[in-house]
């Protein structure tokens, strides 16, 4: 009989069980050969986190297809692009006045096969942090092939019946979703309504609905985020095909060029340990600016105006990014929040280091010892008229020690014992 394991909604967020693992697991094992999946949405930061398992999937000959629904704007075109790229069929679904919503993925092989099925789209959120439910199916091939055949019956009645609302995805058909407005472009952020604003921003871990730990998704990549630094982008070689390999570079045009695909890093946050300074001033990093400028506004187009006219003048972010703030102490308690604050942003020349000033009275309260360090989380804002929401940590909260986690990356220890890590998110 076959074995069945229930999913169950509070396990991604409280990252008891991720979906991510469980794709990223199978695309190692050597027991599968195939993989088909539906999905209703998809996004480019989860093939970063797979991206490695796939490659190697992809180099023992494995097959994979897919069909990904385009409905509401919610499968991006650098996910389009990815999966053209690396998976053998990619097809997209789309009916007027009506969504594309299964979520199925499946692995297959000559003795084991395992299904997932339930609410998951392929997004970070829907594979990590999301409240999400199904069940897992693995079957003994072929004593439980009947079993298989059943439930893949979900997949094929979909994706092999020559339905007339489904189309292949080629370079040629993904330019035409692109210039007929159906896909997300995730380099262009959007934002929220004036109706999403302040509540889930200012009141932290409110107490209209408790004080529930969401575990944070995986980092991206260490070797992407490197890789992409160091060459303006990161060769995605599909080694499937014949064609020339696949690359990520910083920016898109939009239209998809025949050859070779380009997909962009796209970022979602960054986290670093921080040492703030007593005037206020909190370093960040210079790797940190070199792999991803365009995170931090940079180049910076303004100057500073020295106190003394022989004091050199160093580029500064003009207008200064508006950031909300939110600082937590060492049980996790939200003990400050500062909303709409003008955040001083400056690149000092001398030192090649962007620099932040926030008003010291702000950050009382976040404990600052040489070690451990407090950790700033920093991510581009939904809401309307904000650029960045700021989260600073102290030490020994169960919500640092899951972003220190993200921290793949460390920095120049500038003489101290510990060196202080940053990573992406």
Same mark, same amino acid.
């Given at each position: 009989m076959?074995?069945?394991?229930?999913?169950?909604?509070?396990?991604?967020?409280?990252?008891?069980?991720?979906?991510? =693992?469980?794709?990223?697991?199978? $695309?190692?094992n050597t027991n599968y050969t195939h993989f088909y999946c539906l999905a209703a949405f998809a996004k480019i930061n989860p093939f970063y986190k797979l991206h490695t398992s796939i490659q190697g999937w992809n180099s023992r000959g494995n097959t994979?297809?897919?069909?990904?629904?385009?409905?509401?704007?919610?499968?991006?075109?650098?996910?389009?692009?990815?999966?053209? @790229?690396? /998976? =053998?069929?990619?097809?997209?679904?789309?009916?007027?006045?009506?969504?594309?919503?299964?979520?199925?993925?499946?692995?297959?092989?000559a003795a084991k096969a395992s299904v997932y099925y339930g609410s998951s789209n /392929?997004?970070?959120?829907?594979? %990590?942090?999301?409240?999400?439910?199904g069940m897992i199916v693995d079957f003994d091939i072929p004593k439980e092939q009947m079993q298989f055949d059943e439930l893949f019956e979900c997949y094929s009645s979909i994706?092999?019946?020559g339905l007339s609302c489904i189309t292949k995805l080629t370079?040629?058909?993904?330019?035409?979703?692109?210039?007929?407005?159906?896909?997300?472009?995730?380099t262009k952020k959007p934002k929220s309504s004036a109706a999403m604003t302040s509540v889930s921003t200012s009141s932290g871990h409110t107490s209209l609905f408790g004080g529930f730990k969401i575990k944070p998704a995986r980092s991206i990549p260490k070797n992407v985020i490197i890789t992409a630094a160091t060459s303006a982008g990161i060769v995605m070689p599909s080694v499937k095909?014949?064609?020339?390999?696949?690359?990520?570079?910083?920016?898109?045009?939009?239209?998809?060029?025949? @050859?070779?695909?380009?997909?962009?890093?796209?970022?979602?946050?960054?986290?670093?340990?921080?040492?703030?300074?007593?005037?206020? %001033?909190?370093?960040?990093?210079?790797? @940190?600016?070199?792999?991803?400028?365009? $995170?931090?506004g940079f180049p910076f187009t303004g100057a500073t105006t020295p106190k003394k006219p022989a004091n050199p003048s160093y580029p500064q972010r003009v207008p200064d990014p508006i950031v909300n703030i939110r600082v937590f102490d060492n049980n996790g308690n939200l003990i400050k929040t500062e909303l709409n604050y003008a955040l001083n942003t400056i690149y000092y020349t001398k030192k090649s280091e962007i620099r932040i000033t926030i008003t010291p009275s702000i950050?009382?309260?976040?404990?600052?010892?040489?070690?451990?360090?407090?950790?700033?989380?920093?991510? %581009?804002s939904t809401i309307i008229g904000c650029d960045y929401d700021l989260d600073f940590y102290s030490a020994g909260s169960i919500d640092y020690n899951n972003y220190l986690a993200i921290c793949d990356q460390s920095l120049p220890s500038g003489g101290k014992s510990i060196a202080r890590k940053m990573g992406w998110i």
């Open positions: 076959p074995l069945y394991q229930y999913i169950k909604p509070a396990d991604q967020p409280s990252g008891k069980f991720r979906l991510i =693992d469980w794709l990223d697991k199978n $695309f190692q994979s297809a897919a069909v990904f629904g385009i409905d509401h704007k919610g499968t991006s075109l650098q996910a389009l692009q990815y999966a053209l @790229a690396n /998976f =053998d069929e990619v097809q997209i679904l789309h009916v007027n006045y009506s969504t594309f919503h299964p979520k199925l993925y499946i692995f297959s092989g /392929f997004t970070s959120g829907g594979l %990590e942090t999301n409240f999400e439910g994706a092999t019946y370079p040629t058909f993904l330019n035409t979703l692109i210039t007929s407005g159906f896909l997300l472009d995730e095909k014949a064609s020339p390999p696949s690359t990520l570079s910083a920016s898109v045009s939009g239209i998809v060029p025949a @050859a070779p695909v380009v997909v962009p890093i796209v970022i979602n946050g960054f986290v670093i340990q921080i040492v703030p300074h007593r005037n206020g %001033e909190i370093l960040l990093s210079k790797a @940190a600016i070199n792999q991803n400028p365009t $995170f931090f950050l009382n309260g976040l404990t600052a010892p040489a070690n451990p360090y407090p950790l700033l989380v920093m991510r %581009e």
